[in-house]
């Protein structure tokens, strides 16, 4: 992709539930490719900024475009596709982040770069992440873990804690959950635990969905088993992405489905905690 094709993109977004969509869509199918190949440009659906729900401190948060997985509860369908995102190079990036670097350190903070699933765009990410470890900002990646494989050894240098989704146990109700298998992420799971890097488990409680109880044991015991895991935390599902898969024109599983109570994400705590983790 040449320079100029990138778009001067008004990046900064209240919420990544703002709906964006085709951001990239004139840019040749060539271009997106090269993009991907070099990793010097990639595609983001937004920044924000002063998050505190997004790894450590406060954080800036870089949303990538691009899943491979469907999950039923996702709440931001519109990050699925690469091509809704704005195209932008990493030093644009690394320019936007750059304004905030002094004021992330003060409240403990940094990037955190999530999606979408960041690991899609790989290369990209890694160029980010290193040019905010070269700023001295604390990094952090959210990521469902399917293609761990992507990354080296070396790579785990440039991101200081991996937020991973850990969605179901079952392995058939993890394909019906997600439509992919959760090996890949738990082998990611394995390497970093065996590189004694941090992870921060996510884990979205869906009634009827993923509050069975005897399911969480399981993932609190492999989580507990890694050694590595400094938190889980338990999401509870909500409907704000409801009218994306709407406007997107998607058949969405969850229309009537509401929001956990206390007492059920109080439950599914309760299980981590039992299997020795930190768990809120
Ligand atoms: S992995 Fe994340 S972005 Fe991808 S479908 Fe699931 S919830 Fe949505």
Redesign the pocket.
Known sequence: MSKTSAVKAPLEAKSPFEMRVNLSKELPETDVQSALDSGDMGFLHSFTTGSTVDGPGVRVVAWTTG?????R?????D??TMRNGYPISVSQAAEELRKYRHGLKVMSGGLTVS???PLMQHRFVLKLLKAAKDMGVHTTIE??G?LGSQLTDADFESIDLVML?L?KWDPQGHKEL??REIGPTLELGRRLAAQKRPIWIRF?LVPNLTDDLDDIKKIAEFAAGLGNVERVEVLPFHQLGRFKWKELGIKYHLENTEAPTAEAAEKACAVFRAAGLKAN
């Open positions: 899943c491979m997985w469907r999950c509860y996702c709440h931001n369908p990050t699925w999606g979408g699933e990521t469902n399917f989704g969605k997600t439509g979205v």
